[in-house]
């Protein structure tokens, strides 16, 4: 049976039935998820259907808004030294931390929308085509004439481990208060808003304050040091903050030497309004608050490939976990940790192979 009448199937079913899920559709069609996505996207092109909306008009999306780029992973055939040429492996993929979390949350069948800021150039080609193709939406996204879209490039040592970061972000500072205002009407119906701190500091002020006033859990994923003087004093209004220890330690101004100094950390920022943090420690795992204290999760101990899109996977897995159990931390940081380990032993930046079964199924 060729694609095409497969695509026509799918039409007639939602001719017969508005109200049907992608799951649905799925299960009737013998397809997978991500091709029951890719499909009604063409049909939206072809403007046969309307849009998403008329489709699962019963499930919010999860939006994500924040960096979109090109990543480029450079990896060295043999250990480091500086000063000197040294032979390599190069590899591109799509990026950006907002972007790989959403990508993740498609792969895992949230419903997701994307919020970014795209150039006029190849790359912002490529991601709004594999947007489509595993069911983001990225329409609502914006797209900068004669401008080159954002770039990420990691160097790696012949482990995998990375060694050095280049970020190139600056098209995410057009990303304003602005810009947010005039996608409202996207956003005001989301079950979930996932920023990353590429945005403006005034954007995240503005995300806060609607948190608050539409009752929206906010969850926002640190990028970078530098980037932590981003997030605004006041952080009432923010469900979780997701970031490392390095990032932990800008906002609190000092070094942390044990997991008592961090719990103490992480209830000052509590007290400046966040409901709870993740802190994240790489293979070593995570720490996060509960009503009692920190807990201190174990990372998965697996073979390295890749490390590149380890900590988005996570925050991904989290995101999906709390918009489905919502006052389970601790279930979310388990299954974060069993995408982060399942992407660091892939070469690719988010698991092509992923499905909404894939975390619990690991666990199990």
Not at 53 to 80: F, W
Not at 209 to 230: C, F, G, H, N, T
Not at 290 to 304: D, I, K, M, N, Y
Request: charged fraction near 20%; charge should be negative; aromatic fraction near 2%.
């Amino acid at each position: 049976m060729t694609e095409f009448s497969k695509k026509d199937q799918l039409y007639q079913l939602i001719q017969a039935n508005p109200f049907i899920s992608q799951q649905e559709l799925a299960g009737q069609l013998q397809l997978s998820r991500s091709a029951v996505a890719g499909h009604i996207a063409g049909l939206i092109r072809e403007r046969r259907i309307l849009g998403r909306a008329y489709v699962l008009p019963e499930e919010r999306a999860i939006v994500c808004i924040g960096g979109a780029n090109m990543d480029r992973k450079v990896c060295t055939l043999q250990p480091l030294q500086m000063g000197t040429s040294n032979p390599v492996s190069q590899h591109e993929s799509l990026g950006g931390v907002a972007r790989n979390i959403a990508e993740n949350l498609a792969r895992l069948g949230a419903a997701v929308s994307l919020l970014s800021a795209l150039g006029d150039d190849a790359a912002a080609k490529a991601m709004l085509a594999q947007a489509e193709t595993v069911g983001m939406d990225m329409r609502g996204s914006l797209q900068l004439a004669a401008t080159a879209s954002g770039s990420y490039t990691a160097v790696l040592d012949d482990s995998g481990e990375m060694l050095l970061a280049l970020s190139h972000m600056q098209l995410c500072d057009q990303l304003t208060p602005e810009f947010l205002a005039l996608r409202q009407p996207q956003r005001a119906a989301a079950a979930m808003t996932v920023a990353d701190l590429n945005l403006p500091q005034a954007s995240i002020r503005l995300l806060l304050q609607e948190a608050i006033r539409d009752s929206v859990p906010l969850v926002l994923v640190a990028v970078s040091q530098p980037k932590m003087a981003r997030l605004p004093a006041d952080l009432h209004g923010l469900r979780l903050l997701i970031l490392n220890q390095g990032e932990l330690e800008s906002r609190i101004g000092r070094s942390l030497e044990d997991t008592e100094q961090m719990a103490l950390a992480c209830r000052t920022v509590q007290q400046q309004g966040v409901q709870d943090l993740i802190v994240t420690f790489g293979g070593d795992g995570v720490l996060y608050t509960s009503p009692t204290g920190v807990v201190r999760l174990a990372a998965p101990q697996v073979a390295v490939r890749d490390v590149t899109g380890a900590g988005d996977a996570f925050s991904a897995a989290v995101c999906w976990s709390l918009n489905r159990e919502p006052d389970d931390l601790a279930l979310a940081c388990r299954r974060g940790l069993t995408l982060a380990a399942l992407t660091i032993q892939s070469s690719a930046t988010v698991c092509t192979d992923l499905t909404p079964a894939t975390l619990d199924t690991l666990l199990a």
